[in-house]
């Protein structure tokens, strides 16, 4: 990929390589992404017209988000596994859960799946609900 970059900092680098990436079927930009675009973008500007001190802050805050929307992320995923491991335990109890017509029911645990959904309970009833529909364990 070569850019030639003259007084606009870069940018046109930055708009093709985030179409590359996306080409490539990458649709999100990580913090690596990000920091890559950056570090091109100010080695790449012209020395008579530096970037604009506003526009860089703008940026390196965008920057900060997109590192803390990647921790909040890792957060994420450390809950889910704890609410896998948590929703194992509730097989063999009896429930109380409310069904998709928005009747209170109640009925023993017989399975946990994990699924692209999240975490459901398959009931001895025949029921497959997602385990916050569980109001009460017994």
Same mark, same amino acid.
């Given at each position: 990929?070569? =850019?030639?970059?003259?007084?606009? !900092?870069?940018?046109?680098?930055?708009? $093709?390589?985030?179409?590359?990436?996306?080409a490539a079927g990458?649709? &999100?930009?990580?913090?690596?992404?990000? &920091?890559?675009? &950056?570090?091109?973008?100010?080695?790449?500007?012209?020395? %008579? $017209?530096?970037?604009?001190? !506003?526009?860089?802050?703008?940026?390196?805050?965008?920057?900060?988000? =997109?590192?803390?929307? !990647?921790? %909040?992320n890792e957060k994420v995923d450390t %809950?889910?596994?704890?609410?896998?491991?948590?929703? !194992?335990?509730?097989?063999?109890?009896?429930?109380?859960?409310? @069904?998709? @017509?928005?009747?209170?029911? @109640?009925?023993?645990?017989?399975? =946990?799946?994990? @699924?692209?959904?999240?975490?459901? &309970?398959?009931?001895?009833?025949?029921?497959?609900?997602?385990?916050?529909? =569980?109001?009460?364990?017994?």
């Amino acid at each position: 990929m070569s =850019v030639t970059s003259t007084g606009s !900092a870069g940018y046109s680098l930055v708009n $093709e390589t985030f179409t590359t990436e996306r080409a490539a079927g990458n649709t &999100l930009l990580g913090k690596d992404e990000f &920091l890559k675009i &950056l570090i091109t973008q100010l080695s790449n500007q012209d020395p %008579l $017209e530096p970037l604009n001190q !506003a526009e860089f802050i703008g940026q390196m805050a965008q920057f900060a988000q =997109v590192e803390q929307t !990647a921790n %909040l992320n890792e957060k994420v995923d450390t %809950l889910e596994g704890y609410l896998r491991f948590s929703s !194992a335990s509730l097989v063999g109890s009896n429930v109380s859960f409310v @069904d998709y @017509d928005g009747y209170s029911r @109640d009925s023993k645990v017989e399975a =946990v799946i994990f @699924d692209g959904n999240g975490v459901s &309970l398959k009931m001895e009833s025949g029921f497959i609900i997602p385990v916050d529909r =569980v109001e009460r364990i017994s």
